[in-house]
């Protein structure tokens, strides 16, 4: 997944979940989830693919794992108790669905650092740098019906409605 399926596909479920359990509107920010759902990826693909891109050639490090998502959660909480401020909670909610959305289950060396060791797996040098991100870009938005293509569709459409329903807000209030 990429910017529009990972932050539509977040915010939508937690929109549902808003609406079915309206006590967790309280602690949803959706402005604090959009940034934790693309956390991950501002945290490791600059890291991975244009700073260390010779070394490990990889998108998914340190931002990539369970570590990361509950060190936020916990920072969060904290946040939470002192000034009742739940943002770092949304963000912490929005970066461990970045990880379920990237089933990152199924790279547990990289999900469950540093159990497995220290190091983080090597990814394929084949695109590094810029070239990776352009390449990324492309693909999404290639229209086939592959998982990666599917997810930013619906990610755009999710990310569509809230648009609409913020500028009807805007305009009953006026």
């Not at 050639?57 to 108790?81: D, K, M, Q, V, W």
């Not at 650092?113 to 999404?140: A, Q, V």
């Not at 938005?141 to 930013?152: A, G, K, V």
Request: charged content about 15%; proline content about 6%.
């Amino acid at each position: 997944m990429l910017l529009f399926g990972h932050l539509g596909v977040t915010l939508g479920i937690f929109f549902s979940l808003g609406f079915m359990i309206p006590h967790l509107r309280k602690f949803i920010d959706f402005r604090y989830l959009a940034l934790g759902s693309m956390l991950p990826d501002i945290v490791d693909k600059p890291l991975g693919k244009l700073i260390f891109a010779q070394t490990l050639a990889n998108g998914r490090i340190i931002g990539h794992t369970l570590l990361f998502s509950l060190s936020l959660a916990l920072l969060g909480f904290y946040i939470y108790e002192k000034k009742r401020n739940p943002g770092l909670l949304a963000c912490a909610a929005g970066s461990f669905f970045h990880l379920l959305e990237d089933r990152m289950w199924t790279n547990p060396v990289t999900f469950f650092w540093p159990l497995f060791g220290w190091s983080f797996p090597r990814g394929c040098p084949d695109h590094t740098g810029l070239e990776y991100f352009i390449e990324m870009f492309k693909k999404s938005f290639e229209p086939e019906l592959s998982p990666c293509f599917i997810s930013e569709l619906l990610g755009m459409i999710i990310i569509s409605f809230f648009i609409v329903s913020s500028i009807k807000k805007r305009i009953e209030k006026w």
